[in-house]
Each structure stands twice: as structure tokens, then as C-alpha cells.
């Protein structure tokens, strides 16, 4: 890659609907592309990813599982330096696609009375945060995590760059780039509206640490990813032990350098962005939380799917997306990091598991063909 100051030059010039944060903030929540389509489209889904990758996306990993058929597959390369192709078994950050993880945790929390979800913030942080953040004395738990607190986005933030690419090989947290969100306005007051947020999943998992006396990596760990089997997962940063991850690549407007992002990622580690992960442990989690018959029990599942409106007459809870599709539902969640796609869905009445890794995160192509590629598979299975 070229020296931080060129790539940090290349970001700051790049459009928000790059996604300038790299933990998918601008379109973690962002819905597949679904469509009422009627005419049956009869997929070859590995001719599809093989005709799929280019110069501008390396390479595609997929997933698409039912009770009836399974289809797993991956198509173009993991490196483009080595030229090693992709592999189905190959992880990569999966960026805001791992928010429901989050927000699950803390309903496994507060069912275990550890914390109150709509207890406000200053419950558990210190004033010389909250002096720090309008509003706190009235945001709550639950806000932070359904995108109603009206706090301030910190990856919109221009320092926060410089810290993501400044001495990659130092772990950070989310206390190191909190700073980037204080002493900035609020959107709206607490419950009045909703905007997504990154800002709130920093303070969560600061709670979350506050509470558990720890990094609330481990509880993750030994709550969610050890009870599930997610053998491939972990906490990206605090867990690099646990694994390595693919190459992500992005190229700028002008489209004449490809970035390597790998580097800048590999020690980032934000609740907001918390794991890497497989397609196979991305789908299993998505099944297992939707499913009747789960780990979890009736309460923990209605604070995480929770009752908020969404735009589009579905449902934001903590951390995950639940909206119709015409007699079917889908809980879903994306993620779109420095280098890295993610789309992670599971429709509950087909048993439908539909999950996608893209590495890379040139706009508009990589999102195009993540929505097209997603579009089709949709209509493929359901009309």
C-alpha cells in the first residue's frame, strides 16, 4: 500500500457513501435489495460468482442453505498479490454484520439481571464521559444499541482516520476512538427519532465491560461463539490469536491504485465492528437467534428482535434488522468495512440461510454487485 498519509489523503476525498466509516456505519443497516418478483429464475450459483469477480472485486465466498438444497461456494481470489484462490472456509471482518452480536449479549445480560437495558447511561459511566456527551443523563442502553439515542456517529469524524491508520501495529479499543464522538452535538433528543450510530456500540461495550468486570469479548466468547460451535469467529483485535483473515482491497474515484486494508484492520478492535468471522458461522448465528426452537429464551429474544419501526415497516432491535418479505421474514444485517462486504440474512419461514463475503469495498461496484448478487439468490428461492 502507500504511506498512510496518500491512503489517509485517498479516504478524506472519498464520499460518505463510501462508507468513510470502516465498521459499516453508513450501511450496516442497509436492507438487501428485494424485490416482488414473480418469474422464476432457475441459478447456477457458482457460474454466477465466477462471473462475478473482476479487477474491482477479487473474490466471493457464498451461502445459500435451506432444509430442501445447500449450496456452498467461493469464486476469484483471496490475495491478489499470491493469487491464492478463495476458499469457502476463508474469514474476514465482517464489520457491522457482527452488531447483532452485540446487542445480543446485552439482552443475555440483562436477562441475567447484570444490567438494565433502559437504564440511563450515567448508571455505569464516568461523569468525565457524560459532561462529554449531550443528552446522556437521558439515553439509555437500549437507545445506543436501536439507533435512537441521537448521539454522534465518531466515524464521521476526520481524526478518526488518523487514528485507524496511525501505528497499525497497536491494538485499539473503543475507549481510543470514544474521543472522536465527545464534545460533539446530538442528532435529536434521546426516543425522538432514529439515525444510525457507531458511537453507540463504543459506549455499549464500555458498559458491557463495566459491568462484567472484563473486555466483553469474553463473555462473548464463552455466551454466544462457544455454545453455537462458531468455531472460525472471534473478536477482532483483542482475539487475533485465534486466527488470520483474508486480504480486503479498495480503490478510490480515481480508480488507479488498489489499496491493500488488511493491515489497518487486523488490530481495530470496536464493538461496532467486533468480529471475523466465516459465511458458515455468519448463517448459523443469524438461524440460531431467529429460530424458535434456539439457545436463547422468549425474553432475551424480544429485547434483541425488539419493537422499534424501521423504515421499512419491519423492526430494529438490538442490532438486527427484522422486515417482511412478502409472507416471509427476514433478519438480516450488513457490513461494509475499509476492504470488506458482508450480507447475512436468514428468512425464518423458508429456513432460508443467505450469506455473502466480498473483499473488497470500492463504491459503487462492490455494493452494486453485493445487492445484485443478493437480489438474484432472493428471487432464485423464494419465487
Not at 62 to 76: H, I, M, N, T, Y
Not at 312 to 334: E, F, R
Amino acid at each position: 500500500m502507500t504511506s498512510n498519509y496518500n491512503f489517509k489523503s485517498k479516504l478524506l476525498c472519498t464520499s460518505i457513501a463510501l462508507l468513510l466509516t470502516a465498521c459499516g456505519g453508513s450501511s450496516g443497516d442497509k436492507k438487501p435489495q428485494i424485490s416482488e418478483v414473480q418469474e422464476v429464475i432457475t441459478m447456477d450459483y457458482q457460474q454466477i460468482i465466477d462471473e462475478t469477480v473482476s479487477d474491482t472485486i477479487p473474490g466471493i465466498i457464498l451461502l445459500v442453505e435451506s432444509p430442501e438444497k445447500r449450496f456452498l461456494g467461493s469464486a476469484g481470489v483471496e490475495n491478489i498479490a499470491t493469487q491464492n484462490p478463495m476458499q469457502i472456509y476463508h474469514t474476514m471482518p465482517t464489520a457491522s454484520a457482527g452488531k447483532p452480536m452485540i446487542g445480543l449479549l446485552a439482552a443475555m445480560l440483562a436477562d441475567d439481571n447484570l444490567l438494565d437495558l433502559d437504564d440511563t447511561i450515567d448508571t455505569w459511566l464516568s461523569d468525565d464521559i457524560l459532561n462529554q456527551i449531550p443528552n446522556s443523563a437521558a439515553m439509555t442502553l437500549r437507545q445506543l444499541l436501536n439507533h435512537t439515542s441521537g448521539i454522534y456517529n465518531y466515524t464521521e469524524n476526520e481524526g478518526y482516520l488518523d487514528l485507524l491508520i496511525s501505528d497499525p501495529d497497536k491494538v485499539k479499543t473503543d475507549i481510543d476512538f470514544l474521543v472522536f464522538a465527545l464534545n460533539q452535538p446530538a442528532h435529536f433528543k434521546p426516543g425522538d427519532s432514529s439515525k444510525y450510530s457507531n458511537t453507540g456500540y463504543l459506549l455499549a461495550g464500555l458498559i458491557m465491560d463495566q459491568v462484567l468486570g472484563m473486555h466483553h469479548s469474553i463473555a462473548l466468547r464463552e455466551r454466544i461463539l462457544v455454545p453455537l460451535g462458531m468455531d472460525a469467529t472471534y473478536y477482532i483485535g483483542i482475539e487475533k490469536d485465534q486466527g488470520d483473515f483474508i486480504s480486503g482491497y479498495h480503490q478510490f474515484d480515481d480508480h488507479d491504485t488498489t489499496y491493500e486494508t488488511k493491515s489497518y484492520l487486523e488490530n481495530i478492535s470496536e464493538a461496532s465492528s467486533p468480529v471475523v468471522s466465516s459465511v458458515e458461522d455468519m448463517a448459523l448465528f443469524m438461524k440460531s437467534v431467529a429460530a424458535e426452537q434456539s439457545f436463547i429464551n422468549d425474553s432475551i429474544r424480544n429485547d434483541f428482535v425488539g419493537t422499534l419501526p424501521n423504515h421499512s415497516n419491519g423492526v430494529y432491535g438490538l442490532g438486527i434488522n427484522v422486515d417482511p418479505i412478502g409472507d416471509n421474514t427476514a433478519y438480516y444485517h450488513a457490513g461494509l468495512d475499509y476492504g470488506y462486504h458482508t450480507q447475512n440474512i436468514y428468512i425464518k419461514e423458508k429456513g432460508l440461510s443467505i450469506t455473502a463475503f466480498m473483499n473488497c469495498s470500492t463504491a459503487p461496484v462492490c455494493e452494486r454487485t453485493m445487492d445484485s448478487l443478493i437480489k438474484k439468490v432472493i428471487a432464485n428461492e423464494l419465487y
